[in-house]
């Protein structure tokens, strides 16, 4: 059997509009032939894309395969990875809590989690958003570790020494984003999700959203 390597990429596109679009103006789904045509001339393109305005879906169409080598094709309730995607939105998350003056990015992890390593102490909240904390990118086994709870996956990071010290140089870190991540529970009193859902996906208008696979072999 031949394994491909995946790379598994989101790409969300938003547009945000204060005026209204009435019914008569909102085109159809026939009206998009040129979205159709663009993502069909992209070589080995495989994606779902959608396009909403004012909440309601005026297009939406699936392209390529959700497994060559299956020869399984994408479909509007195909499932993909959303990776460092999230990255962003914790970030946003972040700046959220700034602005209600309950985060402050100049002060130290330790000011919101007290319970850290010792070299822990020093990380500010803006190097945690810019992958200056010193913190791993992750673990080399972290794929083999899917099923530990937050709490598991947080005292296991804590064992970790730091790649450099912090505020010494950029090394993108995925334990930098889970940490953030546990800052604004903290923080916000809520689930992180719950959060995210209040204050983010409620509270914006998504005009365009399209979520892309790119299969690289």
Not at 22 to 43: C, L, R, T
Request: with cysteine; hydrophobic share 40%.
């Amino acid at each position: 059997m031949n394994f491909h390597k995946l790379l598994f990429f989101s790409l969300i596109i938003t547009i945000a509009y204060s005026c209204n679009v009435s019914d008569k103006q909102k085109p159809s789904n026939g009206d998009y032939q040129e979205f159709d045509d663009f993502f069909q001339s992209i070589e080995n393109f495989s994606g779902n894309a959608l396009v909403a305005i004012d909440g309601k879906s005026t297009y939406s169409k699936s392209f390529g395969y959700a497994s060559r080598e299956l020869l399984v094709k994408n479909t509007i309730d195909t499932k993909f990875r959303i990776g460092s995607i999230s990255k962003p939105i914790t970030a946003v998350a972040v700046m959220i809590l700034i602005e209600k003056g309950l985060i402050d990015v100049n002060e130290h992890l330790s000011t919101y989690i007290s319970d850290i390593p010792v070299t822990w102490k020093d990380i500010t909240i803006h190097q945690l958003l810019t992958h200056t904390s010193g913190l791993a990118y992750q673990p080399e086994d972290m794929d083999m570790k899917h099923n530990l709870t937050v709490e598991e996956t947080f005292e296991m990071y804590q064992s970790l020494p730091l790649v450099q010290e912090s505020g010494t140089a950029m090394n993108y870190s995925n334990m930098g984003y889970f940490v953030l991540s546990i800052i604004i529970e903290k923080v916000s009193n809520l689930p992180f999700d719950s959060f995210v859902q209040e204050e983010i996906l409620k509270n914006w208008k998504w005009s365009i959203l399209a979520e892309i696979t790119l299969i690289e072999y």
